[in-house]
Nanobody, 119 residues
Framework: QVQVVESGGGLVQVGGSLRLSCVAS????????MAWYRQAPGKQRDLVAS???????NYADSVKGRFTISRDGAKNTVYLQMNSLKPEDTAVYYC?????????????WGQGTQVTVSS
């Protein structure tokens, strides 16, 4: 019954900005690490950014300095602020939520939101 839902995607011009949101719901347990991945047509799904329950972050080299991942106080929502967007950022962006329960890792994926950066 755990749901991970992304929102905020859309069409933006080169150099523009978008803010993606991801909400994980349906569980009484808090999420541990949450992350954003992206997948362009014909490409593998790659990690964009991740954030731990303690707030530590990790970014792909390609987005460092341009993207910022954050989470709210309830720690069930994660955001991806994307600035200075480039055409190569065009992809479906997926949210992933990790939960550790009784030393078992559970991974939940959203269905993705399309981000298109036009030149």
């Amino acid at each position: 019954q755990v749901q991970v839902v992304e929102s905020g995607g859309g069409l933006v011009q080169v150099g523009g900005s978008l803010r993606l949101s991801c909400v994980a719901s349906g569980s009484s347990f808090n999420t541990d690490r949450m992350a954003w991945y992206r997948q362009a047509p014909g490409k593998q799904r790659d990690l964009v950014a991740s954030i731990s329950s303690g707030g530590s972050t990790n970014y792909a080299d390609s987005v460092k300095g341009r993207f910022t991942i954050s989470r709210d106080g309830a720690k069930n929502t994660v955001y991806l602020q994307m600035n200075s967007l480039k055409p190569e950022d065009t992809a479906v962006y997926y949210c992933k939520a990790d939960m550790v329960v009784l030393q078992t890792l559970y991974v939940y994926w959203g269905q993705g939101t399309q981000v298109t950066v036009s030149s």
